[in-house]
């Protein structure tokens, strides 16, 4: 059967999720730093025995690395997809933690804005499962 070449869906949508995550990743490291703590739940630092920025720091640093390992390492994709998958699944509990204060952080500012935003979790793990799993 003859190898196919060029962009497909999936790759594309692999390309758009790794710089949907060194974009936030970004974000989490720089302008967006202060203001995504809020999105911290108390017992999550309690739990990691950390204080609420460096939780931030370490979720940013997450996602660059994963975003970038997406494209990086094609042959581990389906490991990445499924790390990432995981991520999207860890982080939620910030989601809705936000959500329940009602604290606003970067993006977020509405009581609906937050409430949406728990149910873009689904297609976020989602898209990371699909887009880099073989076919």
Not at 94 to 122: E, M
Request: net charge positive; hydrophobic share 50%; proline share 4%.
């Amino acid at each position: 059967m003859p190898r196919r070449t060029g962009l497909t869906v999936r790759s594309v949508a692999r390309g758009a999720l790794a710089l949907l995550l060194v974009g936030a990743g970004v974000g989490h490291l720089t302008w967006g730093r202060r203001g995504y703590r809020i999105v911290v739940p108390g017992w999550a630092t309690r739990l990691l025995r950390t204080d609420k920025d460096a939780i931030v720091v370490a979720s940013g640093a997450v996602e660059v690395v994963l975003g970038v390992a997406l494209v990086a390492l094609p042959r581990e994709r389906g490991r990445v997809g499924a790390v990432i998958a995981a991520f999207f699944v860890a982080v939620f509990p910030g989601n809705v933690h936000q959500w329940r204060t009602g604290r606003s952080a970067p993006g977020l500012n509405t009581d609906r804005s937050r409430f949406i935003r728990l149910f873009l979790q689904i297609p976020l793990v989602a898209w990371a499962w699909w887009s880099t799993r073989a076919r």
